[in-house]
């Protein structure tokens, strides 16, 4: 197993760095907190790249990429803290390219965008598909699906859906009335999309209810359908282990830069320490997302517990580097000039998002327990 990137690899993330590059995301983030309609529109911008047909087979008009080149855009992306509608459109492809769905070519040139709503698949603790609570811990049931043929109608609430404000299409997972998990796809107009906010001004979220929404049922396996969840996972842990390397670098230049007491803060222990645990926690995070990259192709069986352990590593290095980033700067970084309080809103959300940190952490130590057991 070769996990170096390949010359095309690193092409692409180049070109996803130089794209971004132009945008001014981070200074766009600061202005969002005071008007959430500052934000740009950065879907523009992704069509032209190509983004939207990542992981569309080149015979829908796709680029046929894997889950690792996502990854590495992804990653690009949560270095600037920019808003691009990946996170619920890119598992969404990935279920309509496995059913095989008309409308691929539309949705890879970027005619037509659309969003996966998140269910969990089962775990140890739990028999059945669920989602989210809007408020509170916990989880609810997966909406319902009724299948008649090859349509599939939905009921429910799914709430703080990524990039579902601004879509068309939304592919929904539910399950049977025996637990049995179905996905489909309705248009946009048959559900109510709440946009809401919390923490990171960038990240678009929408409170989803389907009432009675009719669709076109998709031919994929439960096993296709959770494949998609444990991709989200991976996608949100390379934005993550993106902004940890961004703080990073803003905090070992900034301790090289400022003095006090005639030498750079960088040389005491109480910040280098710090920052050298930064480190720590994104190498191990990359090295994990990395695995999780190879295994989605060369390794399926594996990808649930590899993606779930990247989200887990990336959730601990973004929330300790995020501090970490406010403590090596000092009274400046809680001011609304710095960027560093940015990063920091970025690593709460992510941290809480589909399932959160914690729930992929015990889905790793669930399979190591079950595999211990059997040994």
Request: charged share 20%; with cysteine.
């Amino acid at each position: 197993m070769n996990l170096a990137l390949t010359d095309e690899q690193e092409l692409l993330r180049e070109a996803a760095r130089g794209t971004l590059a132009r945008a001014g995301t981070v200074a766009a983030a600061r202005a969002a907190l005071e008007d959430p309609g500052a934000a740009p529109d950065l879907w523009p911008l992704a069509v032209e790249a190509g983004w939207p047909g990542l992981l569309i087979a080149e015979e829908h008009g796709g680029a046929g990429l894997g889950a690792f080149d996502a990854m590495l855009v992804a990653q690009e992306c949560g270095r600037v803290l920019a808003g691009v509608p990946l996170l619920g459109l890119l598992p969404a492809t990935a279920l309509l390219d496995a059913a095989g769905h008309e409308r691929l070519g539309e949705l890879a040139a970027g005619e037509v965008r659309a969003a996966w709503l998140p269910a969990r698949p089962p775990d140890d603790l739990g028999a059945g598909w669920t989602v989210d609570r809007a408020r509170g811990a916990g989880r609810r049931s997966a909406a319902e699906a009724t299948v008649a043929g090859d349509a599939v109608t939905f009921t429910g609430t799914v709430p703080w859906v990524p990039d579902a404000p601004g879509a068309e299409l939304l592919v929904v997972v539910g399950a049977t009335a025996d637990g049995t998990p179905v996905a489909g796809v309705v248009e946009a107009s048959a559900a109510t999309v709440q946009p809401v906010v919390r923490y990171d001004a960038t990240r678009s979220l929408g409170h989803v209810t389907l009432d009675g929404a009719r669709g076109a049922r998709l031919d994929v396996s439960a096993e296709q359908i959770a494949r998609a969840w444990y991709l989200a996972q991976a996608l949100l842990a390379a934005e993550s282990v993106g902004a940890v390397e961004a703080t990073l670098e803003m905090a070992v230049a900034y301790a090289k830069e400022r003095f006090t007491f005639g030498r750079a803060i960088g040389s005491y222990q109480a910040i280098k320490h710090g920052l050298t645990e930064v480190l720590r926690l994104l190498e191990n995070a990359r090295s994990l997302l990395y695995y999780s990259g190879y295994a989605w192709d060369d390794s399926p069986d594996e990808f649930a517990r590899a993606a779930s352990a990247a989200r887990s590593a990336a959730g601990r290095a973004i929330e300790y580097a995020s501090r970490q980033n406010i403590t090596t700067h000092g009274g400046i970084a809680a001011t609304w000039e710095h960027d560093a309080p940015l990063y920091f809103r970025r690593a709460q959300l992510a941290r809480r998002l589909l399932g959160g940190t914690k729930d992929a952490t015990d889905r790793v130590a669930a399979e190591l327990l079950a595999n211990a057991g059997a040994a």
